[in-house]
């Protein structure tokens, strides 16, 4: 099969699907918590997702033959959650109106 080099826009589905990870589940502990989210959840569910994306980039270097693991995709993915985060933050004040 043919390689096909995308340029930036793997880094932009992985910045944007981290963006979406991160929010999804900012909006679950903001509501399961009765529209409080503290600092250190926050710092923990950041923390989780990039090791999360960390352990699926070794995963896809040593169980398959087509994908490489590669640093700037956890770039992008520890830049989308850190969008998310900002993201949320400010429409947060939105939510329980």
Do not use: C
């Not at 087509?66 to 998310?84: C, E, H, P, Q, Y």
Request: proline share 1%; aromatic share 16%.
């Amino acid at each position: 099969m043919p390689k096909i080099e995308f340029s930036g826009i793997d880094k932009i589905v992985h910045s944007t699907i981290h963006f979406i990870l991160i929010n999804l589940w900012l909006l679950f502990i903001y509501f399961k918590n009765g529209f409080l989210i503290k600092t250190r959840w926050i710092l923990i569910l950041l923390f989780s997702i990039l090791l999360y994306g960390i352990v699926i980039e070794i995963l896809q270097d040593q169980f398959t033959v087509s994908r490489k693991a590669d640093i700037l995709d956890v770039a992008a993915n520890f830049t989308g959650s850190l969008l998310g985060i900002f993201f949320f933050k400010n429409i947060k004040k939105y939510l329980n109106a």
